[in-house]
T-cell receptor, first 117, second 109 residues
Framework: DTGVSQNPRHKITKRGQNVTFRCDPI?????LYWYRQTLGQGPEFLTY????????KSRLLSDRFSAERPKGSFSTLEIQRTEQGDSAMYLC???????????????FGNGTRLTVT | GDSVTQMEGPVTLSEEAFLTINCTYT??????LFWYVQYPGEGLQLLLK?????DKGSNKGFEATYRKETTSFHLEKGSVQVSDSAVYFC????????FGTGTSLTVIP
């Protein structure tokens, strides 16, 4: 168990540029989640995958955001035409989901900190 | 909709003091409840969990009991240490895992 890995750790970009983050979950975990966290707040749900299928997406998520999980392994989160309000910590988490009630705890990576200037 | 309301901080305690961080929830059905901890410069780590009413989760001296009648999951520790200084998040399980806003705890020697 090498843990959830996220790259890069930090990303500084100019407004209007596109950015892509990568998440490598714990290898046997079938569920993968993306969250966003701003200073002084808890993680805010963005989207989640079960294997390669994206099953849920936050209604608050702008269409500039897209996530993929090809082959049900690693995932990427892309933000197009970044805005200053996108500056945040982007967290990835995975779990071994075996039940429909989602009782399995999430295992988080250390996050990617995005700064949009 | 589902949500979690968590006691606001920051909280500052002396070493060996008793800790309570309040957490209440609103949920349809009976989801699992979790406490996560985030130490300075690190990612969120699972501290403890409870999957059904009256379950008590415990770890590292911390405890929390799933109270359906009061829709609460308060975190307690009898004697805090300096190393417990961190931000604590209450979370509601489900498709989305709803998190509270976090409570910052500082323990002073």
């Amino acid at each position: 168990d090498t843990g959830v890995s996220q790259n890069p750790r930090h990303k500084i970009t100019k407004r209007g540029q596109n950015v892509t983050f990568r998440c490598d979950p714990i290898s046997e975990h079938n569920r993968l989640y993306w969250y966003r966290q701003t200073l002084g707040q808890g993680p805010e749900f963005l989207t989640y995958f079960q294997n390669e299928a994206q099953l849920e997406k936050s209604r608050l998520l702008s269409d500039r955001f897209s996530a993929e999980r090809p082959k049900g392994s690693f995932s990427t989160l892309e933000i197009q035409r970044t805005e200053q309000g996108d500056s945040a910590m982007y967290l990835c988490a995975s779990s071994l989901g075996t039940d429909r009630k989602h009782n399995s705890p999430l295992h988080f990576g250390n996050g990617t900190r995005l700064t949009v200037t | 909709g589902d949500s979690v309301t968590q006691m606001e901080g920051p909280v500052t305690l002396s070493e060996e003091a008793f800790l309570t961080i309040n957490c209440t929830y609103t949920a349809t059905g009976y989801p699992s409840l979790f406490w996560y901890v985030q130490y300075p410069g690190e990612g969120l780590q699972l501290l403890l969990k409870a999957t059904k009413a009256d379950d008590k989760g415990s770890n590292k001296g911390f405890e929390a009991t799933y109270r359906k009648e009061t829709t609460s999951f308060h975190l307690e520790k009898g004697s805090v240490q300096v190393s417990d200084s961190a931000v604590y998040f209450c979370a509601l399980g489900g498709n989305q895992f709803y998190f509270g806003t976090g409570t910052s705890l500082t323990v002073i020697p």
